[in-house]
DNA sequence: GTGTTGACCCCAA
DNA sequence: TTTGGGGCCAACA
């Protein structure tokens, strides 16, 4: 099954339902790789493509601190992109965190 | 093949 | 509360 562990995340990625987000952590604890949760990052990270469609901007870290904003082409694509859910962004980190938490393994 | 890095997470002080 | 250290495993040099 895990061939391409990165396409298991891309997978939950796409999942992630508009004005929600997730986090590493839990793409890992989903896919079974708990305490691998830096990989998920670093999946995402090669996720740029736009061949994959993955929705990196609704992924941020158990804080729900933009972690990986200084990623995107410009430091405000991110918090734009969020913005443009309906997702609520303030000084990096997400507002209302809890409330748009997307848990793929409550939520699947 | 070895060493360093990293969009992280957890625990202790 | 904030800091510091350890662990985890793939990708990169």
Do not use: C
Request: proline share 5%.
């Amino acid at each position: 099954m895990q061939q391409n562990f990165y396409e298991q995340v891309y997978e939950i990625v796409k999942l992630v339902p508009k004005g929600r987000v997730t986090t590493y952590g839990a793409i890992a604890k989903a896919l079974g790789m708990a305490r691998s949760s830096r990989l998920v990052g670093t999946a995402i990270i090669q996720a740029h493509d736009p061949n994959l469609k993955v929705p990196a901007h609704r992924v941020v870290n158990r804080n729900g601190l933009l972690t990986g904003k200084h990623h995107y082409q410009t430091p405000t694509q991110m918090q734009d992109l969020l913005e443009a859910d309906g997702i609520e962004v303030k000084d990096d980190q997400v507002q209302n965190f809890k409330k748009v938490f997307w848990d793929p393994l409550t939520e699947l």
